[in-house]
């Protein structure tokens, strides 16, 4: 293909994911960001079966939540880093920063690049809304903090309720995601969270904020993940089979208070879905698993909509049919996602889904993956929002 | 660590939160294309102008979604209250947080509500609202 800078597709499998690291994931790491952060790193490096040395990139999300990454590099005893990327942020950011590694990679701008998150995400600073401010001053915020409206699960609660308002979804089909990541969860040792629960355990959980129950909400938790990163031409010559960056996208689209177009049941995922089904040539049918942002159940739901599994409303019925559990026709979030494995804020979806594509999940391996999705936020509560398309080399 | 709830203001928002302490609702209004906006900008968003003035709005509005909490975030909120999201009448879109006063089997997609001024020990007013 020749190259046309109008045309996103000429980065198609251009890069891939060649290693995968972590640190443990728990509640309490007794650590610092910093050991989490160099934990991942080199193992992710060694998964690669790569040198320290060969790495000549390093790229990160935070929201201040973690010691600056030239204290990390300091860490890693790496002296000459030629390309860098820090980006400021959260439940937007995993796949999006993967991109940029992508894009990196594949012009040429660096070799190796390793992508990584950590964060104390319960024993240090908490996003959740428990026990210290949210960490982003945002001149929405004055308008909602007077109010008691100051916690994410706020945000998705009221979109929840506006989609059961209009559509009909029903606490049931929320509860059947906790109940399926859970079934999931139990077969992954690396996730917090292992004994099955049912419907019945979901129901009495304690209510958070209506419709949102304690098991609608995610983890908080302490960790690091890490991806390799490297042009597809390298990533041949080395000890897994690549798995190539197929298609990304990212996009900034209405927000939920001063920029909202009105509806909250639709998210900016539908603005990410087309540019990510059409850079990589594949669209909602050809994906084996997907990886979904859920740091509430209620996301899953509605990126199944907006990613085009299913029809506008059709995300509570497509749950309920079991579709979306490890065993389904779309198994979504097979390692428990943020509600049951921990919450290292979107790169441990990515992670799994590179195992799920090289086919090492073990006792959660789905059968014959090919393609995974694995999503950032869907939008709310600022309206940002990116994806990544993973396959398997050929 | 955990601050205070009160209104931090800005330069941009001061008037609201002024307005509010005198019991009238204010958004800003765009001097050339007549666009309201809040929260309030730097410059209009359709037309770019930065000739924006506060007008005062009706106070009244319907009720877009709605959310119970019954987690405790702060020590000085009471639970369980109820967040709305409120779209006033004057312009689509046109959305303001705040407390819902009535009672909680009343709230339903479209309730019609009326603003309500709530002065508050810390010397802000809120702004909530009622059926």
């Known amino acids: ?394 | 660590m955990i601050s205070a709830l009160s209104p931090v203001p800005t330069e941009l928002s001061l008037p609201f939160w002024s307005a509010a302490k005198e019991h009238r609702l204010t958004v800003q209004t765009c001097t050339q294309c007549r666009k309201l906006h809040f929260p309030p900008v730097p410059s209009c968003t359709r037309c770019t102008s930065e000739a924006l003035h506060w007008q005062d709005v009706s106070g009244q509005g319907r009720v877009i979604t709605w959310t119970v909490t019954h987690q405790s975030y702060h020590p000085d909120l009471a639970t369980p209250y109820a967040v709305v999201l409120i779209e006033l009448v004057e312009q689509p879109n046109l959305l303001m947080y705040g407390n819902y006063r009535g009672a909680l089997e009343t709230l339903t997609v479209g309730t019609p509500v009326r603003a309500v001024y709530e002065d508050r020990p810390d010397d802000w007013t809120l702004i909530q609202w009622m059926p």
Not at chain 1, 93 to 113: E, F, M, T, W
Not at chain 1, 145 to 171: D, F, I, W
């Open chain 1, 1 to 394: 293909m020749q190259f046309d800078r109008d045309d996103r597709r000429w980065w198609r499998d251009r890069a891939a994911i060649v290693g995968v690291g972590y640190s443990d994931i728990s509640k309490q790491s007794g650590t610092t960001t910093s050991s989490l952060a160099v934990r991942a790193i080199r193992d992710a490096v060694r998964d690669a079966g790569l040198q320290m040395s060969d790495i000549d990139g390093l790229a990160t999300h935070q929201v201040m939540d973690c010691v600056n990454m030239g204290e990390i590099a300091a860490a890693l005893g790496v002296t000459d880093v030629s390309w860098f990327h820090d980006e400021s942020g959260g439940g937007a950011k995993a796949p999006a920063v993967v991109a940029q590694a992508a894009l990196a990679c594949g012009s040429g701008a660096a070799r190796y690049i390793v992508v990584y998150r950590a964060l104390n995400g319960r024993s240090g600073l908490r996003l959740g809304g428990s026990g210290t401010d949210r960490p982003t001053v945002s001149t929405e915020l004055q308008f909602q903090r007077p109010y008691g409206m100051l916690a994410p699960a706020q945000n998705y609660a009221m979109a929840a309720q506006s989609h059961m308002s209009r559509y009909g979804t029903t606490s049931e089909h929320l509860g059947m995601i906790a109940v399926d990541q859970r079934t999931s969860a139990a077969l992954n040792p690396r996730a917090l969270m292992r004994d099955p629960i049912t419907l019945d355990d979901y129901f009495s959980s304690r209510m958070i904020t209506a419709p949102l129950r304690l098991l609608d909400c995610c983890l908080e938790s302490d960790g690091a993940c890490a991806v390799v990163i490297t042009s597809s031409d390298r990533a041949r010559d080395l000890q897994h089979v690549p798995v190539n960056i197929s298609g990304w996208a990212w996009a900034i689209g209405p927000n939920d208070f001063s920029n909202s177009d009105g509806d909250l049941t639709r998210s900016t995922a539908h603005l990410v879905a087309p540019r990510l089904w059409g850079m990589a040539g594949l669209g909602p049918a050809d994906v084996d698993v997907a990886e979904l942002y859920d740091a509430f159940t209620f996301s899953v739901l509605v990126q199944l909509e907006d990613y085009g599994f299913c029809g506008k409303g059709e995300g509570g019925p497509m749950i309920a049919s079991g579709a979306t559990s490890i065993r389904g026709r779309l198994p979504v979030n097979t390692h428990g996602g943020f509600l049951s494995e921990g919450y290292i804020h979107g790169l441990n979806h990515i992670c799994e889904a590179v195992s799920q594509v090289r086919g090492a999940a073990r006792d959660r391996q789905v059968g014959g993956v090919e393609v995974a999705l694995s999503t950032a936020q869907p939008g709310y509560l600022n309206g940002m929002a990116s994806a990544v398309l993973l396959s398997r080399a050929s």
